[in-house]
C-alpha cells in the first residue's frame, strides 16, 4: 500500500518495503542510475528516489520528466548523500502519466502572477502546496478554537433576501428557468434574493436561543474593488454571543487572532519556513509577537487624532466622520502602535444599523481589529438590542423595518444584549503567512472580470 512521502520522509528507521506515488519534480541522469525528487502533495519536503538503470520499469525513465506521475517500490533507506535524511533505493517503477516539455511548472521559481493563470496546476508548486495545507489546518484550528469555548456550529444560508451590511454590494440569485416578467411572481423565491454578505443576521437569531455559535462558511460581495484584500467570494468566520457586550467581543477576536497565531507557529512549521524564506522573511517573528504581546484598543476618535498629528501625507483624507481607509490602519498598527490595534466606537454614519447605539447618541460599539501588513481583519459589533433604537436605527439607515421584522422579533421576545463580528478567512492567511495577495490564498480566486477555472 502506497505511504505518503511525509510520512516516509518522517521515518523512524529503515523499511524493506514501501510505495510511494507523486509527482515527479527533477530528474538528474548518472551512470547506470537516476534520482528522481518525487513530491506527493503531502509536505513541502520532496523523497529522493534511486533508479537503477536494471530495475524493472527504467526503461520508462526518459518520459519520466518533470509534472510526470508515478508509483515507486522500494527500499527506504538512509541516504548517503547530504540533503536528505532518507532515500528510496526503486525495485519497480511505473509511469502513470507522462508530462510533455509544454508542461507549464518547470525547475525555476514561477511568479505567483504567473501561477495565477494555470490556477489548475498551481497546487502543484511549493507556494501553493504550502499555503493549501497551511489553509486547511487553520479551516481546523477555526473550529477546535470554538468548539473548546463551548461554541455551538451553525450554517447559515448561502441564499438570502437581506442585505446584512446594507452597503448593497450583492449578486442576485435568480433560476435559469426564470419566469418571464418581473415582481414577485417572476422570482423563484417569490422575492429578489442575493448571495449572502455575511450570516451575522440569521447567526443572531441562533445566539438568541442557544448562546454562543458561530457560522464559517462562503460569503460573497460584489465590491467592484481590485484590490489585493478584496475577493468577490471568500470565507468569513461568524461567532455570536448572547449576554455579551462590546468588551467581551474585542477580547473574543483579539483571543481568536493570538490563538491562530499561536497554532500556526505550532503545527505549521515546515510549510512556515517557506514562508519566512521566499515569502516575507519576517512572518515568525511578527506572529511570535502577536502571541506575546497585549493588543492596543482605541476609540475610533482617538485614531483619528492619531493620523491627524502623524504629520504623514495620506492618499485618502483623515477627519472625524470618515472612513479609516487601508493605509490609515496600517500606519496605526505598523508604524503607530507597532501592534495590533482594535479601533471602538465609530460613528454611526459610517457603520451598518444593526449597532448599538452609544450613550453619545453619535456613536456606536462597533469594534474593527487592525493587524500589521493587512488593516482590517475583523469587523464586529455589540448588537442593537433595544427594541425601538433599532427602528430608528433602521430608519436612519433608509432600511425599511417592515423588511426586517423577523430580526426585530428578537428583540420583541426576551431581547438580550449580545454581540460578535466577523473575520475574513482570508485576510487572516495573508496575515499568517505573509503573502500578500488575496488572490493567492484561494484555490480559486473570484475577483471582478476573473471565474476561469
Ligand atoms: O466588516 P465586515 O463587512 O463585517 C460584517 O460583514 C459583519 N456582518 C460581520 C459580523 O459582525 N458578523 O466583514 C467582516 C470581515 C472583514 O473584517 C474582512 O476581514 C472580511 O470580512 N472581508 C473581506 N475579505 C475578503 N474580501 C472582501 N471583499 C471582504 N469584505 C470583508
Ligand atoms: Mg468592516
Not at 80 to 93: H, V
Request: glycine share 8%.
Amino acid at each position: 500500500m502506497r505511504t505518503l512521502i511525509k510520512h516516509l520522509l518522517a521515518a523512524a528507521e529503515p523499511r524493506e518495503r514501501v510505495e510511494a506515488a507523486g509527482w515527479v519534480r527533477t530528474r538528474r541522469d548518472a551512470k547506470g542510475f537516476s534520482f528522481l525528487e518525487l513530491n506527493d502533495g503531502s509536505c513541502l519536503g520532496n523523497l529522493q528516489v534511486v533508479v537503477d538503470t536494471g530495475t524493472p520499469g527504467a526503461e520508462h525513465l526518459p518520459h519520466l520528466t518533470t509534472g510526470a506521475s508515478v508509483i515507486v517500490e522500494g527500499a527506504l533507506v538512509a541516504s548517503p548523500a547530504a540533503g536528505q535524511k532518507w532515500e528510496l533505493r526503486a525495485t519497480g517503477i511505473r509511469l502513470l502519466g507522462g508530462a510533455d516539455a509544454s508542461y507549464p511548472l518547470q525547475k525555476k521559481g514561477h511568479t505567483p502572477e504567473f501561477l495565477r493563470t494555470i490556477a489548475h496546476l498551481r497546487p502543484r508548486s511549493n507556494l501553493f502546496g504550502a499555503v493549501f495545507r497551511t489553509r486547511s489546518r487553520l479551516a481546523y484550528a477555526v473550529h477546535e478554537f470554538f468548539r473548546d469555548r463551548d461554541f455551538v456550529y451553525v450554517h447559515t444560508p448561502i441564499i438570502t433576501a437581506s442585505d446584512c451590511e446594507g452597503a448593497g454590494e450583492m449578486f442576485r440569485v435568480t433560476s435559469t428557468g426564470a419566469k418571464s416578467g418581473e415582481g414577485p411572481a417572476a422570482e423563484f423565491f417569490g422575492r429578489p434574493t442575493y448571495l449572502t454578505v455575511s450570516g451575522q443576521l440569521e447567526a443572531e437569531t441562533l445566539a438568541c436561543a442557544l448562546s454562543n455559535v458561530y457560522t464559517f462558511g462562503p460569503t460573497f460581495r460584489a465590491e467592484n474593488s481590485n484590490t489585493a484584500r478584496h475577493a468577490a467570494e471568500f470565507w468569513m468566520i461568524e461567532p455570536e454571543m448572547a449576554f455579551c457586550d462590546l468588551q467581551g467581543d474585542m477580547d473574543l477576536g483579539e483571543a481568536f487572532i493570538k490563538a491562530m497565531a499561536r497554532y500556526t507557529l505550532e503545527h505549521c512549521a515546515e510549510d512556515m519556513t517557506f514562508f519566512a524564506r521566499f515569502v516575507d522573511k519576517t512572518v515568525v517573528e511578527r506572529l511570535q509577537f502577536v502571541v506575546d504581546r497585549p493588543f492596543q484598543r482605541i476609540p475610533y476618535a482617538e485614531a483619528v487624532r492619531i493620523l491627524e498629528a502623524s504629520g504623514q501625507t495620506f492618499e485618502y483624507p483623515v477627519s472625524y466622520g470618515l472612513n479609516l481607509q487601508s493605509e490609515h490602519e496600517r500606519y496605526l498598527t505598523e508604524c503607530h502602535f507597532k501592534a495590533p490595534v482594535t479601533v471602538y466606537d465609530y460613528p454611526r454614519d459610517i457603520k451598518p444599523f444593526y449597532m448599538r447605539l452609544n450613550e453619545d447618541g453619535r456613536t456606536v460599539t462597533a469594534m474593527d481589529v487592525l493587524v500589521p501588513g493587512i488593516g482590517e481583519v475583523i469587523g464586529g459589533a455589540q448588537r442593537e438590542e433595544r427594541l425601538d433604537v433599532l427602528e430608528q436605527s433602521l430608519r436612519f439607515h433608509k432600511l425599511r423595518p417592515e423588511d426586517y421584522w423577523w430580526y426585530l422579533d428578537l428583540r420583541r421576545y426576551g431581547s438580550v444584549p449580545h454581540a460578535g463580528f466577523g473575520l475574513g478567512f482570508e485576510r487572516l492567511l495573508m496575515f499568517l503567512t505573509g503573502v500578500g495577495n488575496i488572490r493567492d490564498v484561494i484555490p480559486f480566486a473570484r475577483t471582478p472580470g476573473n471565474a476561469d477555472f
